[in-house]
């Protein structure tokens, strides 16, 4: 694997951190104020002013749709070379969307643009496209296990000339943002389908259609997470035209593993930017704190959680920029092994160096002064989000095992 950047990327790595050092990161207190002032203001889930300023900037330096591989509409980078970009966003979540690179509006543009009619990217991918509106990916339920997307139980019913839907969704991310317009929905248009990864659609919903319903906002590890939110959505009855459809039915399970692929190494590499902030808070703390007439600093104990995070991060760093390689080179499907770990291996490594930092911090650790929380939380949930850690395991087992079972399946023929 070779990481040599080319200049012009090099330039654009330095330009994504410049913006990030000058504009970004030194304006996390305004922020808290500005989302303060919009609860206390009845509209916890508005935009908030310095967000929009900083979208107009970004844009206006051209560091915009960075993320989009292969497209007129974004900068063109591979894998590999996003991967730096998304791990400096990774360092205060909500900057992703400054370059209107945020989850899950991403994963939702890649799917209009690979998938999508023509009608339906001049509806809903132009204008997010240019940052307009948001979106929401509707697809886990409460009453299923949707570790296995099989278990889905929205329905999805053609009826003339429309489809009609019912279902309950939550952890919906996005949703309860006032500019979220559109969601991706999967659901099943075929539940009796012998083949079970036939059984599943995707449909287009637009947030205002009659019978869409935000039931609550739901809390992730205690933070409702506003102005996104990841709130319950309840679907009674709901009709879209048959022209909403994404691909035809039946190509749910298909669309929701090209979407998942660069969704996972997204993740991964924004967590590794949460565990390198969280490695840096954790050095300024232990060499600001005496305890017991010593420094933190000088204590066996702190050395090494210190040293076992910094390889840590760099073992899971290397490990995403493998998978990003390989995603370049033979494709997400192929790649799908190694996807699989980093899914299991960045959220677990990331949370241990958080969990530490946040130890260093003694009772501040826990509180609203640092962003030791907010990164724990997002770690902690990824071992769920976009599959959890047990099917992952399963899966790259499964593929580390198939040689020797087709070996042993051979032999038994003889």
């Known amino acids: 694997m070779n990481q040599a950047y080319s200049p012009k990327v090099t330039q654009l790595h330095q330009r994504v951190r410049n913006f990030l050092d ?25 935009a908030f002013p310095l967000l929009e300023e900083l979208k107009e900037k970004a844009r206006a ?26 791990e400096m966003m990774g360092k205060q979540y909500w900057a992703s969307e400054v370059f209107n690179c945020a989850a899950p509006d991403t994963g939702n543009m890649e799917v209009l ?53 019912n279902g309950r969704k939550w952890y919906i991310t996005g949703a309860a943002n006032e500019r979220c317009k559109v969601f991706i929905l999967m659901g099943k248009t075929d539940p009796d389908n012998p083949n079970r990864h036939r059984q599943q659609s995707m449909i287009l919903v637009p947030k205002d259609t009659p019978g869409v319903t935000i039931v609550r906002d739901m809390a992730l590890y205690g933070f409702m997470d506003p102005p996104a ?33 660069p969704g996972r190494i997204h993740h991964c590499m924004r967590v590794v930017g949460m565990a390198e902030a969280a490695l840096e808070l954790m050095c300024k703390r232990v060499v600001s704190r005496v305890a017991f007439h010593k420094q933190l600093s000088d204590q066996g104990v702190w050395r090494e959680r ?9 073992q899971t760093r290397l490990l995403v920029l493998n998978a990003a390689h390989k995603m370049d080179t033979v494709g997400n499907k192929v790649a799908a092994k190694e996807i699989a770990m980093i899914k299991v291996v960045a959220p677990n490594n990331c949370c241990k160096v958080i969990d530490w930092a946040i130890q260093a911090h003694g009772a501040g650790g826990f ?17 769920t989000a976009d ?28």
Request: contains cysteine; glycine residues 6%.
């Open 229 to 261: 939110g990841h709130p319950e959505v309840l679907f009674e009855n709901v009709r879209v035209p048959v022209s909403n459809i994404l691909l035809g039915e039946g190509r749910g399970f298909e669309i929701a593993q090209a979407r998942l692929g």
């Open 367 to 383: 509180s609203q002064d640092f962003l030791l929380t907010s990164y724990y939380a997002y770690a902690r949930h990824l071992r």
């Open 61 to 86: 330096e051209g560091l915009w749709n960075l993320f989009l591989p292969e497209s007129e509409h974004g900068a063109g980078l591979t894998n590999v070379e996003y991967a730096p970009i998304a």
């Open 387 to 414: 599959g959890p850690d047990e099917v992952h395991s399963n899966a790259i087992a499964k593929l580390e095992l198939a040689p020797y079972l087709a070996e042993q399946k051979k032999m038994a023929a003889l």
């Open 113 to 165: 643009e690979r998938f999508g009619t023509e009608e339906q990217k001049h509806q809903w991918l132009a204008p997010l496209l240019e940052g307009k509106i948001r979106s929401a990916f509707a697809m886990t339920e409460p009453a299923v296990a949707s570790s296995d997307a099989t278990n889905i139980e929205c329905s999805i019913v053609r009826d003339g000339d429309e489809y009609m839907i």
């Open 306 to 314: 210190i040293a076992k995070s910094r390889m840590l991060i760099d």
């Open 22 to 46: 000058d504009h970004v990161y030194p304006q996390y207190q305004r922020r808290e104020e500005e989302l303060a002032e919009n609860a206390k203001n009845g509209k916890p889930y508005a």
